[in-house]
C-alpha cells in the first residue's frame, strides 16, 4: 500500500476492519473471507482463513442480482426494451390477475407482486430442476399485491426479468452474463454458475448456518444445497454467481465511475438511482440504495447489495469509496454479521 492510500482509507480503519474478521476466523465463526477495499484508483487486499488469496471465489448469492441486470440493461443500451414494457410483450404466457400490468422496472425494483421464493421452491432444486422449469412456475406463480402499490424482495422478478434478456438475445443467461459483463470488465475469477471452473476452486458456503430455502438443517438437502454440484451450476440470476471481491471491486467501478465499458454512463447512473415512489423502499435498478445507512457512514449516493451467502459490496461515490466482504459465513447467521462489522469500520469517518 502506498502513502497516498494510507491517509486516504486511514490505516487504522483498515486494521481494525481486518481485526473483525481475522478474529471471526480464529473464533472458528467464519471458515474464509476476503475483504477488498479501494479509494480512487488504489486498493487494499486481505485474505482469510481458507480463502488462501484475495482471489478467491465464493458464491455471491443476491449480489448475483445486480450482475444480471447489468447483462439486460447492455440490451437496454441496444433499445431492445424500454423499462416500461409489460413483461406480458416478452412473456404473452404471463397471464392471470393484474399480470398484464407488470413491467420490466416492477421486476427490477422489487415492486412487481411476485414472490421472492416459489412455494415449491425446495421441490425444484429436490428433482434438480433446470432454470427454464423455474422460469415456468415464476410465470404461473399469483401476485400477491398490485403492481407498483408496495415493495416485497422478489428473486422470481429478477429471474424473469433475466429471462426477457435470453428471449432478446437466445442466449442464456450464464453465456450472456460472461459475454456482456465478465469478459468486458476483466473479471477473470468470476462466472455465472461454475462456467470454466471446478466446484473445487470455489470457497464452500457454512451450509449448517444457511437459510431453509438454501437447505440449511436438512439433512436431506446436500445435493441440492449452496455447496452441491447442481446449485454450483446453475447459475441462477438471483443468486448463482462465483466472483473473487477484486472482480466485484471492477464491478462496482463501472457503476461509480460511469466507465461505459459495459453500459453506457447514462444507464450507470440510472441503475444506481431511485425508481420507486414516495413511500416505498428506494430501489435502483436491481441495486439496493442507502442500504446500511444509520449503521455504515455512507452518503445519499451510496449503492450495492449484500448476499444471503454472507457477502457484502457496497460503494459511496461521494467518496470515491467501496468495502467489498465476502465470506462463508450465510448472513443470517449471527447478527450483527461480520461483514457489515468490518464494513462500519471501513467506513468510519
Not at 76 to 90: E, T, V
Not at 193 to 210: C, H, K, N, W, Y
Not at 228 to 241: D, E, F, V
Request: net charge neutral; aromatic share 8%.
Amino acid at each position: 500500500m502506498s502513502a497516498p492510500l494510507l491517509a486516504a482509507l486511514r490505516t487504522d480503519k483498515l486494521d481494525e476492519a481486518s481485526e473483525v474478521l481475522a478474529r471471526a476466523v480464529a473464533s472458528g465463526q467464519v471458515a474464509a473471507a476476503v475483504l477488498h477495499v479501494t479509494h480512487c484508483d488504489l486498493s487494499f487486499n486481505r485474505a482469510f482463513g481458507k480463502a488462501r488469496s484475495e482471489d478467491a471465489m465464493f458464491l455471491l448469492g443476491s449480489i448475483s442480482k445486480p450482475i444480471a441486470v447489468t447483462a439486460l440493461m447492455t440490451l437496454f443500451d441496444q433499445g431492445a426494451f424500454q423499462l416500461d414494457d409489460p413483461l406480458q410483450k416478452y412473456v404473452p404466457q404471463f397471464t392471470g390477475e393484474g399480470k398484464n400490468s407488470v413491467t420490466i422496472r416492477h421486476l427490477l425494483t422489487h415492486v412487481s407482486g411476485l414472490a421472492d421464493q416459489l412455494t415449491d421452491n425446495d421441490a425444484l432444486r429436490a428433482r434438480h430442476a433446470g432454470l427454464s422449469e423455474f422460469i415456468e412456475h415464476a410465470i404461473r406463480a399469483p401476485l400477491h399485491f398490485v403492481p407498483g402499490s408496495r415493495y416485497d424482495y422478489s428473486s422470481m422478478g429478477i429471474l424473469l426479468a433475466t429471462h426477457v434478456a435470453e428471449l432478446i438475445t437466445s442466449m442464456d443467461i450464464t453465456s450472456l452474463v460472461d459475454r456482456a459483463v465478465f469478459q468486458p470488465l476483466g473479471m477473470k475469477h468470476s462466472a455465472q454458475g461454475l462456467g470454466r471452473f471446478s466446484i473445487d476452486e470455489m470457497i464452500p458456503v457454512q451450509t449448517e448456518f444457511a437459510a431453509v430455502e438454501a437447505g440449511g438443517g436438512n439433512p436431506k438437502a446436500k445435493d441440492w444445497n449452496w455447496n452441491s454440484s447442481y446449485w454450483r451450476k446453475l447459475g441462477a440470476p438471483w443468486g448463482g454467481t462465483h466472483a473473487s471481491a477484486p472482480d466485484i471491486g471492477k464491478f462496482l467501478d463501472e457503476l461509480m465511475y460511469e466507465k461505459g465499458t459495459v453500459v453506457r454512463p447514462e444507464t450507470a447512473r440510472m441503475m444506481v438511482s431511485n425508481h420507486n415512489p414516495p413511500g416505498i423502499t428506494p430501489r435502483g435498478l436491481g441495486f439496493n440504495l442507502s442500504r446500511f445507512a444509520g449503521a455504515v457512514a455512507c452518503s445519499e449516493k451510496t449503492f450495492g447489495h449484500t448476499g444471503s451467502t454472507g457477502t457484502l459490496a457496497l460503494a459511496d461515490p461521494d467518496r470515491q469509496l467501496k468495502c467489498v466482504v465476502l465470506t462463508s459465513l450465510p448472513g443470517t447467521a449471527v447478527q450483527p454479521h461480520p461483514r457489515e462489522l468490518a464494513a462500519i469500520k471501513v467506513f468510519a469517518e
